[in-house]
């Protein structure tokens, strides 16, 4: 099997990601990073996400984004109910960017070509670092700027569901037996990873299991 890493948040996007991953044959070395994120119960998610769905591995990372701040994820800004114009304040800096460059390190170090990440640029936040041009641009860098870009067989970044709906995303893991009760995805979740029901990440989450005729399985605070 040829190895691969996958960016696993906790969140039900990079849970499905997992398991398209081991699908398709890869070992799963699961790469999570706490980035000084108020809602840490999502990396306790990430850990059984990673177990239940058979990664060999599962290791996380520390960055500390919240020594600059700039987001209502590591600053002390409130998070907003619901979107409204431009990029949200629940967009935090760099995050993406500093994730796949710590995932491709990684990578080299375990002679991964392949490296999965769970960004989506349908039914998401409007955030950069989540559109196509962004991936092609990272793996451009990645064969410029490491050894195996150079004299290996190269890095390939994989976005399976760049251009899938939160409905088309709740089908596919169900098909891969993905349980999205193990999954956190609220900007507000409390200590025990239940959700607010009220942030931009709640509302389509919820959205997309109502779309997809499915029962939504997430524990909601009260």
Not at 8 to 27: H, N, P, T
Not at 189 to 211: I, K, N, Q, S, V
């Amino acid at each position: 099997m040829k190895n691969a890493v996958v960016l696993v948040s906790g969140g039900m996007d990079s849970a499905v990601v997992l398991a398209i991953a081991r699908e398709q044959g890869f070992a799963v070395h699961a790469l999570s990073v706490r980035y000084g994120q108020r809602h840490t119960s999502e990396l306790d998610a990430a850990d059984r996400v990673a177990r239940a769905l058979g990664a060999v591995a599962h290791k996380t990372v520390e960055v500390d984004l919240r020594s600059i701040g700039g987001s209502a994820l590591t600053d002390d800004i409130e998070v907003p109910e619901a979107g409204g114009e431009g990029i949200p304040v629940t967009y935090v800096p760099a995050r993406n960017t500093i994730m796949l460059s710590v995932a491709l390190g990684w990578a080299e170090v375990l002679g991964a070509a392949d490296i999965f990440c769970g960004v989506n640029a349908v039914d998401y936040s409007g955030y950069p670092d989540c559109r196509p041009e962004f991936i092609e641009a990272f793996e451009r860098l990645a064969n410029l700027a490491t050894r195996a870009g150079v004299e290996g067989a190269g890095i390939r970044i994989h976005a399976p569901l760049m251009r899938m709906g939160k409905d088309d995303i709740v089908r596919e893991g169900l098909r891969l037996g993905v349980d999205f009760s193990q999954t956190v995805s609220c900007y507000r979740a409390d200590a025990e990873g239940r959700a607010c029901g009220h942030c931009d990440a709640c509302r389509l989450r919820a959205a997309g299991f109502e779309a997809a005729g499915v029962a939504d399985p997430t524990r909601y605070v009260g």
